[in-house]
């Protein structure tokens, strides 16, 4: 099932990307000490922003942002984050 959302404004739609597990020299490091920051894939853009800028992620683009900034949405396949624009830390570069 294809989930069809548009953001308003400035917000951005994203989905987290599964997180391997991580592990460092044999040891697994446990949720509790792992980084708050969470890897998704943009998959919907605003209808803009209010001084017309254009936004600096497009659609596709993988980014960072802290797991305490947007709004949980579970729609159809899967679990996205609603958020605006200001709050992603980074694009990662492919």
């Known amino acids: 099932m294809a989930v069809k959302i548009k953001p308003l404004g400035d917000r951005v739609l994203v989905k987290a990307i599964e997180e391997k597990e991580k592990i460092r020299g044999g040891i697994i490091i446990p949720d509790t000490v792992r980084e708050e920051l969470i890897e998704a894939k943009v998959i919907a ?24 900034k947007g709004t949980k949405i579970n729609i159809g ?7 605006s624009e200001k709050d992603i830390f980074c694009v990662i570069a492919k």
Do not use: Q
Not at 45 to 68: A, C, H, Q, R, S
């Open 45 to 68: 853009l605003g209808t803009g922003k209010e001084d017309d800028k254009p936004f600096f992620v497009k659609v596709g683009d993988t980014i960072l942002f802290t797991e305490y």
């Open 77 to 83: 396949d899967g679990n996205y984050v609603l958020l």
